[in-house]
């Protein structure tokens, strides 16, 4: 059972940026997608960003150009920096590991991200 725990949320003012880590309680190299997920209060969970083990990622419209996901194999975590906040980016961001090998999703707990100023 992979744990996943994700950090560096807060508090941050309209167009300030925040760093999420989330780091494995194992090896994520090969065979796995991490994706962070975010929801907002009275919304569905939706997709933010995703990076595969070779590195390819993409993004959700709606942060292109503001948000990089980024993966350090080495230290077992995933990266996801959030530049030019805006309030509608408020939610709680999740990490999620999927091997795509076993076809097995892995969650972390969350971590809330509020943009206000």
């Known amino acids: 059972q992979v744990q996943l725990m994700e950090s560096g949320g807060g508090l941050v003012q309209p167009g300030g940026s925040l760093r999420l880590s989330c780091a494995a309680s194992?090896?994520?190299?090969?065979?796995?997608?991490m994706r962070w997920y975010r929801q907002a209060p009275g919304k569905q969970r939706e997709l933010v960003a995703a990076?595969?083990?070779?590195?390819?990622?993409n993004y959700a419209d709606s942060v292109k150009g503001r948000f990089t996901i980024s993966r350090d194999n080495a230290k077992n975590t995933v990266y996801l920096q959030m530049n030019s906040l805006k309030p509608e980016d408020t939610a709680v961001y999740y990490c999620?590991?999927?091997?795509?090998?076993?076809?097995?999703?892995?969650w972390g707990q969350g971590t809330q991200v509020t943009v206000s100023s």
């Open positions: 999620n590991l999927l091997n795509t090998v076993r076809i097995i999703h892995y």
């Open positions: 194992e090896r994520i190299v090969n065979d796995n997608v």
């Open positions: 990076i595969s083990s070779s590195g390819v990622t």
